[in-house]
């Protein structure tokens, strides 16, 4: 079966860079995905790796290491407005199964 | 811009009723799941579907079934409702061809079984 893991909680300082970890284990891997979920809201996708490296995507990058089966959601300039809950995900099997991690609820103070 | 919709956003049951929860998606996406939310447990799938009258348990598949009669539809069958089904669940949705496996939510619906 998969199984990830991420911190559950994080807190942080608005303007700061945060880095959220996730690590995975699973059997046919193609990638690793991000999201994120305000409180009473919907899961929003954020990025998606399928190869080893760096993902920007304007404040947000993520990170992958097939290798480690590690990844990182990093945020930089920090807003209050991404205070929210942020979910690894991981692809594997031949019909795209998406496994989600238990998620990291990410606090910014001022 | 892609849209995914559920039948209700709050619903309470009973324990041994029989519960339908139901999901339209209009943007002719192949694959179709449903997931739970509990605290601390993250998003659990429970069923998905990659094409019209195909299935495929997920993580957690008792206790629940489901149908896929029509491509834009997915829907979520509790045959006999228990309290510990009571969760928010959460349809989604993806096309095959989409190299960043993208899936987009509907709201969700909050079911309250007493």
């Known amino acids: 079966g998969q199984s990830l893991e991420q911190p559950s909680e994080v807190t942080a300082v608005e303007g700061a860079i945060v880095q959220i970890n996730c690590t995975y284990q699973?059997?046919?891997?193609?990638?690793l995905s991000w999201y994120q979920q305000h409180d009473g809201g919907a899961p929003t996708f954020l990025s998606y790796?399928?190869?080893?490296g760096l993902e920007e995507t304007g404040r947000f990058s993520s990170f992958l290491s097939r290798s480690d089966s590690y990844g990182y959601l990093l945020l930089q300039e920090l807003q209050m407005k991404d205070s929210a809950s942020y979910f690894c995900?991981?692809?594997?099997?031949?019909?795209?199964?998406?496994?989600f991690g238990i998620g990291t609820k990410l606090q910014v103070i001022p | 811009d892609v849209k995914v919709t559920q039948s209700s956003r709050y619903l309470v049951k009973r324990t041994g009723e029989k519960v339908f929860l139901e999901c339209v998606q209009d943007?002719?996406?192949?694959?179709m799941f449903w997931y739970r939310q509990d605290p601390g447990l993250g998003l659990r799938l429970i069923y998905f579907?990659?094409?019209?009258?195909?299935?495929e348990k997920g993580d957690i598949p008792e206790g629940y079934s489901v149908s896929r009669e029509k491509k834009e539809r997915f829907s979520l069958i509790l045959e006999s409702a228990s309290t510990n089904q009571t969760s928010m669940y959460l349809c989604?949705?993806?096309?095959?061809?989409?190299?960043?496996?993208?899936?987009?939510f509907g709201p969700g619906t909050r079911l309250t079984v007493t």
């Open positions: 989604a949705s993806s096309p095959v061809r989409d190299y960043s496996y993208e899936q987009y």
């Open positions: 699973t059997s046919g891997f193609y990638g």
């Open positions: 790796n399928a190869l080893d």
């Open positions: 995900a991981v692809i594997s099997g031949g019909y795209q199964k998406v496994t």
């Open positions: 943007m002719d996406h192949e694959n």
């Open positions: 579907s990659y094409d019209v009258k195909m299935k």
